[in-house]
């Protein structure tokens, strides 16, 4: 592994409002130079080795404090894979960065542990770990691999924010129950459950949504993923 094939983008999470967009924070997305997208094969690779692993975690550690420290008013979302819990070093990040919590949410990913199954038999320790280091949490990718409607529902004390992605009729489905279950959650128990809507590529996905009620909307409308931060 060449660490130096690694690097991270930025990608807008805008609030869109009746009369004005808002950026309401940054996803942190890693790339390699390869092929500039996520490198799927090569994190699979760094998380069967944990000698890999701590290679880059206290790369991103780095990377990731370098940003906060240059934008100070912004906030970031990070992603975590539960495999990525099978090494003690991502203990160790969260404890580090706790003292950024505040502008830190974490993402737990749809992806199934492949290095150490078992990590899912442990998974509310894990929500609960994150928590204790005062990081709001979101279920990233609703309805996608693990992240089922009954996973969320069994840990829903847990998070603080949905990310579902718009992308066809049955996605349209899922957000429509979803905000359901939200309006619900809010008018009865007074409990808010945010919504940010994925894969918002084009101006009318955009007005459908915030027609709709969700002012959070995150994809290539708003802005690919770039190494500029706007404060």
Same mark, same amino acid.
């Given at each position: 592994?060449?660490?130096?094939?690694?690097?991270?983008?930025?990608?807008?999470?805008?609030?869109?409002?009746?009369?004005?967009?808002?950026?309401?924070?940054?996803?942190?997305?890693? %790339?390699?130079?390869?092929?500039?997208?996520?490198?799927?094969?090569?994190?699979?690779?760094?998380?069967?080795?944990?000698?890999?692993?701590?290679?880059?975690?206290?790369?991103? %550690?780095?990377?990731?404090?370098?940003?906060?420290?240059?934008?100070?008013?912004?906030?970031?979302?990070?992603?975590?894979?539960?495999?990525?819990?099978?090494?003690?070093?991502?203990?160790?990040?969260?404890?580090?960065?706790? &003292?950024?919590?505040? %502008?830190?949410?974490?993402?737990?990913?749809?992806?199934?542990?492949?290095?150490?199954?078992?990590?899912?038999?442990?998974?509310?320790?894990?929500?609960?770990?994150? &928590?204790?280091?005062?990081?709001?949490?979101?279920?990233?990718?609703?309805?996608?691999?693990?992240?089922?409607?009954?996973?969320?529902?069994?840990?829903?004390?847990?998070?603080?924010?949905?990310?579902?992605?718009?992308?066809?009729?049955?996605?349209?489905?899922?957000?429509?129950?979803?905000?359901?279950?939200?309006?619900?959650? &809010?008018?009865?128990?007074?409990?808010?459950?945010?919504?940010?809507?994925?894969?918002?590529?084009?101006?009318?996905?955009?007005?459908?949504?915030?027609?709709?009620?969700?002012?959070?909307?995150?994809?290539?409308?708003?802005? &690919?993923?770039?190494?500029?931060?706007?404060?």
């Amino acid at each position: 592994m060449n660490i130096d094939d690694l690097y991270l983008v930025f990608q807008p999470i805008e609030t869109n409002k009746a009369t004005r967009t808002v950026l309401s924070e940054y996803e942190v997305l890693l %790339r390699s130079t390869d092929k500039n997208s996520f490198p799927r094969e090569l994190f699979n690779e760094i998380l069967a080795s944990e000698g890999m692993y701590n290679i880059y975690i206290q790369w991103f %550690r780095i990377q990731l404090e370098r940003t906060l420290l240059e934008h100070e008013e912004v906030k970031f979302s990070i992603n975590i894979d539960i495999d990525q819990f099978q090494f003690q070093t991502t203990i160790e990040f969260l404890k580090y960065f706790s &003292k950024y919590s505040e %502008r830190l949410i974490v993402e737990v990913t749809e992806h199934t542990p492949k290095n150490k199954p078992e990590l899912m038999d442990c998974f509310k320790e894990i929500l609960i770990e994150i &928590k204790e280091h005062h990081f709001q949490i979101a279920i990233d990718d609703f309805t996608e691999e693990f992240n089922s409607f009954y996973l969320y529902l069994k840990y829903r004390c847990f998070y603080n924010r949905v990310k579902i992605s718009l992308y066809g009729f049955r996605s349209i489905i899922n957000i429509f129950c979803l905000l359901i279950y939200v309006i619900f959650m &809010k008018c009865f128990f007074d409990i808010r459950i945010d919504i940010v809507v994925e894969r918002i590529d084009t101006a009318f996905k955009a007005n459908f949504v915030k027609l709709i009620g969700i002012p959070f909307q995150q994809g290539y409308y708003w802005g &690919k993923g770039s190494s500029d931060i706007m404060d």
